[in-house]
């Protein structure tokens, strides 16, 4: 019995799309990961086997979908790194900064990326640090901040505060944390404005915000931190940072910089990245000065 010319022809093209969309995909395997944060530096590993047990679950969501999206856009055969020497040069390292970090663990800092593209992008900022090289031998090298207190900085920008430093938000020790966690409970101001009578002590403009934010009077660190707090604060973050990589993809060989949130304007609709107050007519605490011998920022040029 003869076979319908158009199903068969159908059926071709569909097997040769399909060949053709195996060849051209850039598995997310072949993007060699490295997972750090203040309690464990985790060996390079791959996304299909990393273990997750010691990581809140919006971080692996994170993680993930950077992976992914990195791996959709290279899709390329010519700009996937998929051979071993591809591999031997690239690699992400996924940084988790909790707000505060643990007594004893300081926070480990990457500032410096190993190698410069030649024929690729290279992008700066407080919350990625990404070098793609596109040939002859394609490779991917980032920095990707999983950062607490700079998505805290983000917001008090945003909301207008003075003080807020550019560059990258490192965590708070525990001790300096401490400080400031019950000194947010000596100046809480009711709905009125009405302030108490005891000094005002100097607060960084983050936890300002965080201060204003929150119906208590301080905020524990916990095992997912702020993000468990600020509804929709992970998906948000998350975007901003695909946003970055979309950035670098698109230029032509530029070293890209950014400073602080201000200046994503171009890239991402900064209202939509606002975490929204509650009960907007209670004001903020005055000061906005950094607690004394307490960096604020490291700055993130290599």
Same mark, same amino acid.
């Given at each position: ?45 791959t ?7 010691? %990581? ?20 390329? @055969? ?19 900064w ?25 992008? %700066? ?11 002859p ?19 008090a ?17 525990t ?29 960084? @403009? ?13 905020? @524990? ?14 998906e ?23 400073? %602080?949130?201000?200046e994503?304007?171009?890239?991402? @609709? ?16 005055? %000061? ?15």
């Amino acid at each position: 019995m003869m076979r319908n010319p158009t199903i068969a022809g159908t059926l071709l093209l569909a097997a040769l799309l399909g060949s053709a969309c195996v060849a051209a995909s850039c598995p997310v395997d072949s993007i060699p990961i490295r997972l750090v944060d203040p309690s464990n530096r985790a060996p390079v590993t791959t996304l299909s086997t990393t273990r997750w047990t010691a %990581h809140p679950p919006a971080y692996r969501e994170f993680v993930t979908a950077i992976s992914q999206h990195l791996a959709a856009r290279l899709a390329d @055969p010519q700009h996937c790194p998929g051979s071993a020497a591809s591999q031997q040069r690239s690699l992400l390292r996924f940084v988790r900064w909790p707000l505060v970090y643990p007594a004893g663990t300081p926070p480990q800092v990457f500032t410096v990326l190993k190698d410069a593209p030649t024929r690729g992008c290279q992008l %700066h900022s407080p919350w990625l640090d990404l070098s793609i090289e596109r040939g002859p031998v394609p490779w991917v090298q980032g920095i990707v901040r999983w950062n607490e207190r700079q998505l805290l900085a983000d917001q008090a920008r945003l909301a207008g505060l003075d003080g807020v430093p550019d560059g990258v938000a490192m965590p708070f020790s525990t001790e300096a944390y401490g400080k400031l966690a019950e000194a947010m409970g000596w100046v809480r101001q009711d709905y009125h404005g009405v302030t108490p009578a005891t000094p005002e002590p100097k607060l960084p @403009p983050e936890l300002r915000w965080l201060h204003r934010y929150s119906t208590r009077n301080d905020l @524990p660190p916990s095992a997912d931190g702020v993000y468990t707090v600020l509804p929709g604060a992970a998906e948000r973050y998350t975007r901003l940072t695909l946003a970055l990589i979309d950035r670098c993809l698109a230029s032509a060989g530029q070293d890209i910089r950014y400073g %602080h949130i201000q200046e994503l304007a171009d890239l991402l @609709p900064l209202d939509e990245y606002r975490a929204p107050l509650p009960n907007p007519e209670a004001p903020f605490i005055i %000061h906005a000065d950094n607690m004394p011998g307490q960096p604020a920022v490291q700055d993130p040029q290599p």
